[in-house]
């Protein structure tokens, strides 16, 4: 699969070029407005195999199926629950994934050996208008290799994916930045798998039973069945050993300052715009501070620069744990490998203990 990889810009010809390699079987980096994409035609296994490839993602990791109108919906699943067709009515084309049970027609390549499938509409005008010309549904993993961190740009997609697919649409940085919501979905309730965009309040406006389930925000063992499994994977980590500092601005300064390594150049503190002078040790913002969107915006490529700096220990701070703040302390726990200090109010912070 030795490919000579391009970006090219998203013009009617390039996204023809796009639909017809995707015809084709193969597999084509693409934007959409979570986080890049490796898309490929979800009705073919062949193809499937080929994203599995490039990422190095386990085969039972199941993908997401990507449509562009509901016309594409009924072939893909057995049946549509009401709850689920009132949140789409709201909040597709968006970053929201629903659990379906599959059709005959889906590839258990596709589903990772699960009678359900995800599937989503995205917003993303480019997206859209690549799965309209394929005229089938595409399944798309996050286009980065398995374990790091999802892309939000073309030339994050290239970093990882060189050599390995032939063609990147250039789409410029995804606006939201970090992947979509993915919920089951039954009668009279939502189970949130894994938080994203669309947030558990947003939900609650249009279902009233909404649970998040335990594998948001806890470590789940290897032998324990879960019900989205790319909740056990180790995921979204820089090469740095990440540690969360829960606690205030303060606290977050006066421990990182005082556990500093000598060897200070390797060690970065990862905080909010404007907290940079706080600390005595190299720092990188990661967005706004009370500002979920814009920290979901900044994550992926901040954890991405921590590597090209060569960092290789990282004192992050600690996202609010709501709207999408909830999804930013997600990806940021794993890839922190669950590693949490609480800092308590009189600033000793607590045994390093593993939130699980
Ligand atoms: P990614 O494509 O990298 O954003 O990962 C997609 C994630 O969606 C997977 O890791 C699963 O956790 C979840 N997912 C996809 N399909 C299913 C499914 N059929 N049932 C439960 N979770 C799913
Ligand atoms: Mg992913």
């Not at 995707?22 to 986080?35: D, N």
């Not at 789409?88 to 699960?114: D, Q």
């Not at 995921?235 to 060897?263: C, E, M, T």
Request: charged content about 20%.
């Amino acid at each position: 699969m030795a490919f000579h990889t391009i970006i090219v810009p998203p013009d009617t010809e390039q996204i023809n070029h796009a639909a017809a390699l995707l015809s084709a079987g193969e597999v084509v980096g693409i934007p959409t407005e979570t986080v890049y994409g490796l898309a490929a035609d979800a009705y073919n296994p062949d193809a499937i195999k080929k994203i599995f490839l490039a990422k190095g993602r386990p085969q039972d990791n199941p993908l997401i199926v990507h449509i562009d109108s509901l016309d594409m919906l009924p072939e893909l699943v057995l049946s549509i629950p009401d709850t689920a067709k009132r949140l789409a009515e709201k909040f597709w084309p968006g970053p929201l994934t629903m659990i379906f049970p599959k059709s005959e027609r889906v590839p258990m390549e596709t589903t990772g050996n699960l009678n359900t499938v995800a599937v989503r509409m995205p917003s993303h005008p480019i997206a859209r208008q690549i799965i309209h010309a394929c005229g089938f549904p595409l399944a798309a993993p996050s286009a980065n290799l398995s374990g790091s961190p999802s892309p939000t740009t073309a030339e994050h997609v290239l970093n990882d994916m060189n050599g390995r697919i032939p063609l990147i649409i250039n789409g410029g940085e995804c606006e939201i930045g970090v992947e979509s919501t993915v919920i089951s979905v039954s009668e009279d309730r939502v189970r949130v798998l894994r938080p994203g965009g669309i947030t558990v309040s947003m939900l609650r406006t249009c279902v009233e039973n909404v649970e998040i389930d335990n594998g948001v925000l806890h470590m789940i063992a290897n032998d324990v069945k879960v019900s989205s499994p790319g909740m056990k994977y180790k995921h979204y980590a820089p090469k740095a050993k990440v540690i969360i500092l829960d606690g205030s601005r303060q606290a977050f300064a006066d421990y990182v300052n005082n556990h500093s390594p000598s060897n200070v150049q390797d060690t970065y503190a990862l905080l909010f715009d404007g907290e940079e002078n706080l600390v005595s040790i190299p720092a990188l913002s990661y967005g706004a501070v009370h500002d979920g969107l814009s920290q979901a915006h900044g994550l992926f490529a901040s954890l991405r620069k921590l590597d090209e700096l060569n960092a290789k220990l990282v004192y992050a701070r600690c996202p609010e744990k709501d709207g999408v703040g909830l999804a930013v302390y997600n990806r940021l726990l794993r890839a922190a490998g669950f590693d949490v200090i609480t800092l308590d109010k009189t600033n000793a912070p607590s045994e390093n203990k593993k939130e699980e």
